[in-house]
């Protein structure tokens, strides 16, 4: 009978089952099971050969099934079935092709099956015991309930084992410094620490010394039956209502008892490995965390600008990129491509951050920049630069807001280290030969000074711009304009970009190329001047001088003369190409080439260039200056990030917010969530669930995306009355933009609600479509795990497999009360009120 961990996939065996034998299936079950894990895949494949293997049983189902039995022969063979049981042998044929093990379960497992009956009736009154304890619940409420919960997961809270730990449990004695003693049971054991589990009214303090005496294995190893074992404790935790446990760490006593005792248990567990079970839990929890960091890392749309700090000066230092950040990094370069970074994020703008409580160090900014004889001009300012001043934040606000250029900012400080920059987790060495790699002197030397991280994210958009346009100001005053300049220096301290390292998911190689290119629309209207910068054969790489006017899916026409007069044999002229992305500048997109027409003239002259020149050409990868600083700064990033991650899985054909993650510094959305219910694993998303947010609308923006495409943003407004915590139902109002049908509605919205006291929370979210894990991040742990757990290996893989989409939400209160026109006075309450949420929330609920 098939596995109940396939049960969910019958409808695929079903369609599958009559193919098995033939040369079509390996093309249908690709494409039917293209979205399950490979884990997932390869088990429906052995279940589909396992049923459709020859049989040779004989059937007899007299006293098996309520119905008249009565002689069938099949084959020379004659069988004892009823007439259900004969029709379903007879559709199994059909399907299969021949009498097989498929069949025969068919066959054996009819609805009138007395067993089959008696199992299900079985289960029914199961079901009506439970409901009749509790009649407001099913079977399925009677667990846990985590409908409206998610798995909690802490960014870089790896714990790492210096060596390998064994679950065993046996009786132990404990004898405390003043000479009592207590029974004591085990319920891990490495070399240097175990575990213990006793009884709750026995005093233990943390950082307090103890005895040991192991009389179980007194037998099996000469023990000093008065010397005991000593061990310091790590941590006292509760248990339940009776026991406490304990965690504990041996105290060196460089005599010969304790070097043999070392010397035993090391070979004990070793040997016993396979019969007791290695304690895994480190490895699963560090394995998880990172699948779940490496979703998010490389589909961040903030920028994480690194800040050196060198004989009291500060400067930012470099900039981690990815797909959805990079267009902001290039937005801050000027004429010559240089890093305007390092005066747009002052020593003087940094101070003022710092000036703040550490959970409370962000600021909204806005940019627009000014091109006038060939150079491109920049200006900037804070909400707090231009607060007070009534005449200059008009200006500043509604002149920026009428240019094309006009950016908005969600600014956020953190603090960082080089020490963060090395993965703190390593599998037990007692279990792998390879040591954990430490950085170059170099690499050591570039990241020594880095002493804070700015996380610096652009919430832009049509709405948001609309009510800055609104602003009214008068344009004798533009002059002011100059005070928020920046100058043009000669020399700019360099602030690089340094790429975030993925898994590589494209399906050809692109090489860096740089030729004129000639766009035309499909009107065959010429576009602004263009050049490639990287190109494959089946697509290429754009930049224009101008923002091209197109959108994803438009299809446009290229020539390339400088290439024409290299090549006689193909016409470069005309080529159809397919936008695939856009940026958000509109001066790059990704083309793709059009072969539904005659074959592609381009493709067919790029294929013979690059094999012609293969040598010659450069592929299109980011240079390594510094090896391993990529991995070094996402390190440091995923500890230093405040935002709030969360992951939508997808199981058959239904969506879910499963898993949610922070860095960190918690942001206000994980206070508010931490005081619903939810535990040290897992966290109430109730209010990010209404309406059908994740199942409905997430998950239909989800299926109409690809992994390449830009993420999608929404805005998520939370209200909170006075007794929210304590009556979440009617306390927590939450709402998305796409709920309100004009601008002037969500304005009136907020200001109600602030006008009615409650607190406004407000958040800007990136929906991101992902792509395969990147299995080579987790293979050495995933490995390791597999050795003595492989079905807990195997859990781990599916779980990161559904994954289909990663979400990013920060806070950006501070902008929406500014954008919607909150006074002054009002603004200032609600950032009071934030605060106290903050250090009143700053730690979970007991449990």
């Not at 248990?265 to 396979?274: A, D, L, M, T, V």
């Not at 079970?277 to 998010?296: C, M, P, S």
């Not at 797909?323 to 101070?351: C, G, I, M, T, W």
């Not at 219910?677 to 998303?685: F, K, P, V, Y």
Request: contains cysteine; proline residues 4%.
């Amino acid at each position: 009978m098939t596995a109940p961990d396939l049960q969910e996939h019958l409808t695929i065996i079903e369609r599958l089952k009559s193919l098995v034998q033939t040369s079509d299936f390996d093309q249908m079950f690709t494409m039917l099971t293209s979205d399950l894990p490979k884990s997932k895949q390869f088990l429906l494949k052995m279940e589909l050969k396992r049923l459709s293997q020859p049989c040779d049983y004989f059937i007899d189902l007299r006293g098996h099934v309520d119905g008249d039995v009565k002689p069938f022969s099949f084959q020379g063979k004659t069988h004892y079935m009823d007439e259900q049981a004969i029709k379903v042998f007879e559709q199994g044929i059909h399907d299969y092709g021949r009498f097989t093990l498929g069949v025969y379960e068919d066959v054996m497992n009819t609805d009138n099956n007395y067993r089959v009956m008696h199992r299900k009736e079985t289960e029914q009154r199961v079901r009506k015991a439970l409901n009749a304890n509790n009649p407001e619940l099913d079977v399925e409420e009677q667990q846990p309930n985590r409908q409206h919960q998610a798995r909690f997961v802490q960014f870089a809270s790896y714990i790492s084992r210096a060596e390998e730990r064994m679950n065993y449990s046996i009786t132990v004695e404990i004898i405390h410094d003043d000479g009592k003693k207590h029974a004591a049971q085990t319920t891990d054991i490495s070399v240097q620490g175990c575990k213990l589990k006793l009884a709750k009214t026995v005093q233990i303090e943390q950082g307090s010394s103890l005895g040991v005496f192991f009389r179980e294995l007194e037998q099996e190893f000469t023990l000093d039956k008065n010397a005991p074992i000593r061990y310091e404790v790590l941590e006292v935790s509760r248990l339940d209502p009776k026991y406490q446990q304990i965690r504990l760490k041996r105290i060196e006593q460089n005599n010969a008892q304790d070097d043999e005792f070392s010397a035993f248990i090391n070979k004990f567990i070793h040997g016993n490995k396979r019969r007791y079970k290695l304690n895994l839990d480190n490895t699963l929890d560090a394995v998880v965390i990172k699948g779940y960091e490496q979703f998010f890392v490389p589909r961040t749309s903030a920028l994480a600008i690194f800040i050196s700090v060198h004989e009291g000066k500060s400067n930012p230092q470099c900039v981690l990129t990815t797909e959805n950040s990079r267009a902001s990094y290039h937005y801050f370069q000027d004429e010559q491509q240089r890093s305007v970074l390092p005066q747009v994020l002052s020593a003087k703008r940094l101070k003022q951050l710092l000036k703040l409580p550490a959970d409370q160090r962000s600021t909204v900014l806005f940019c627009f920049t000014h091109a006038a004889k060939g150079k491109l001009y920049f200006y900037s300012a804070t909400a707090e630069e231009l607060a007070g001043n009534d005449e200059l934040h008009n200006v500043f606000l509604g002149f920026g807001a009428s240019k094309k250029s006009w950016k908005v900012f969600q600014l956020s400080l953190q603090p960082t280290s080089a020490k963060y920059s090395q993965l703190q987790f390593q599998i037990p060495d007692s279990a792998t030969a390879e040591s954990q790699k430490k950085g170059t002197h170099l690499l050591d030397g570039y990241l020594k000074n880095l002493r804070f991280m700015v996380s610096m994210a652009d919430i832009t958009s049509d709405p948001s711009n609309f009510w800055y346009q609104q602003i009214r100001f008068d344009k004798a005053k533009l002059s002011q304009l100059n005070h928020f300049a920046h100058a043009k220096l000669a020399k700019l301290p360099f602030c690089e970009a340094i790429p975030v390292k993925y898994v590589n998911l494209r399906s050809e190689a692109r090489y860096l190329y740089k030729t004129a290119v000639e766009l035309f629309d499909a009107n065959k209207q010429a576009l602004p001047q263009a050049f490639s910068r990287d190109f494959s054969p089946n697509g290429m790489q754009v930049e224009s001088v101008l923002p091209l006017h197109v959108s994803k899916g438009d299809l446009v026409r290229i020539n390339l003369p400088d290439l024409q007069k290299i090549s006689n044999k193909y016409t470069l002229s005309q080529l159809p190409y397919e936008v695939m992305a856009v940026s958000k500048s509109g001066t790059i997109m990704n083309l793709k080439a059009v072969t539904a027409e005659n074959e592609h003239a381009g493709k067919q002259f790029f294929q013979l260039l690059i094999q012609n020149n293969r040598s010659k050409l450069t592929v299109a990868e980011e240079p390594v200056k510094h090896p391993g600083l990529a991995p070094a700064l996402r390190n440091m990033y995923v500890k230093a990030l405040d935002c709030f991650p969360f992951y939508i899985h997808r199981k058959g054909i239904r969506y879910d917010l499963k898993a949610v993650a922070s860095g960190y510094q918690p942001n206000s959305l994980h206070r508010v969530l931490q005081q619903l219910g939810a535990d040290q694993e897992h966290l109430s998303i109730e209010p990010l669930i209404k309406h059908n947010a994740v199942s409905l609308h997430f998950a239909n923006q989800l299926k109409n995306m690809k992994r390449q495409d830009p993420p999608k943003d929404y805005e998520l407004y939370i209200l909170l009355s006075d007794n929210w915590h304590q009556s979440p139902e009617s306390g927590i109002q939450c709402s998305y933009d796409y709920e309100f049908s004009a601008e002037p509605e969500k304005q009136s919205y907020i200001q109600q609600a602030v006008d009615a006291g409650k607190q406004v929370l407000a958040y800007k979210i990136w929906l991101s479509r992902t792509g395969r894990p990147d299995s080579d991040y987790i293979a050495q742990e995933l490995e390791y795990i597999s050795q003595y757990a492989i079905h807990k290996a195997k859990m781990i893989e599916e779980e990161l497999w559904s994954v289909v989409g990663v979400g990013e939400l920060i806070d950006i209160t501070d902008e929406v009360l500014l954008r919607f026109a909150i006074s002054p006075e009002q603004r200032a309450r609600q950032n009071q009120a934030r605060q106290q949420l903050m250090v009143k929330y700053s730690a979970p609920p007991a449990n």
